[in-house]
Nanobody, 115 residues
Framework: QVQLVESGGGLVQPGGSLRLSCVASGRIFGINIMAWYRQALGEERELVATITSAGRTNYADSVKGRFTISRDNAKNTVNLQMNSLKPEDAAVYYC?????????WGQGTLVTVSS
């Protein structure tokens, strides 16, 4: 059974940076997509960025040029480097894995952007 554990959230001032990490336990076979979603208070969960097992990336327009998703397949890890953070980036960030019919979510990590 695959489990995802996120880390790296916290409080940062506007304009600052944070790096989120997600480690997948268990074996992941074949083509898969790892992603970061976020959900702000009172809002729906939204897609932030995705990365395929081949390294192809995609970003929400709101984070393009500021966030970078990366992965280490050997370590089953996906990272999200977040720069130039804005108050509207504040949310609980969730790691997601899709592989065939399997979909797994992490428990989330809170990012607060405030001065």
């Amino acid at each position: 059974q695959v489990q995802l554990v996120e880390s790296g959230g916290g409080l940062v001032q506007p304009g600052g940076s944070l790096r989120l990490s997600c480690v997948a336990s268990g074996r992941i076979f074949g083509i898969n997509i790892m992603a970061w979603y976020r959900q702000a208070l009172g809002e729906e969960r939204e897609l932030v960025a995705t990365i395929t097992s081949a390294g192809r990336t995609n970003y929400a327009d709101s984070v393009k040029g500021r966030f970078t998703i990366s992965r280490d397949n050997a370590k089953n890890t996906v990272n999200l480097q977040m720069n130039s953070l804005k108050p509207e980036d504040a949310a609980v960030y969730y790691c997601n894995l899709r592989a065939g019919s399997l979909e797994v979510w992490g428990q989330g990590t809170l990012v607060t952007v405030s001065s």
